[in-house]
């Protein structure tokens, strides 16, 4: 069960959220030696799209906001740089 008006659901797409993923799975298995984990790894190709990725909305917009933030400071530093050449 999930409040999908605080989150959303989506598919593991991202090769980097892929890679942290199965990394996640690996040290489970290398801690505890779970057999499920285990044929989840042997079988990951098929696995994968059985995971979902949950993104908590107002995280995703913080993330933006800071993404932004950071696009404008590198605009403004790059014009300074520019005038004082």
């Known amino acids: 069960m999930c409040n999908l ?3 959303d659901i989506e598919p ?3 090769a ?3 890679t942290t993923l199965k990394e996640l799975v ?3 298995v290398m801690y505890t030696r779970s057999e499920h984990a285990t044929r989840i790894l042997r079988d990951w190709d098929e696995m994968l799209p059985r995971f979902v990725k949950v993104m908590p909305i107002d995280y995703r917009k ?4 800071i993404a932004k933030d950071q696009a404008r400071e590198t ?3 790059g014009l ?3 005038v004082y050449r």
Not at 62 to 65: Q, T
């Open 80 to 82: 300074t740089e520019e």
């Open 16 to 18: 980097r959220d892929r």
């Open 75 to 77: 605009e403004v530093v």
């Open 5 to 7: 008006e605080m989150v």
């Open 12 to 14: 593991v797409t991202a």
């Open 26 to 28: 690996e040290r489970h």
């Open 62 to 65: 913080a993330l933006e906001r």
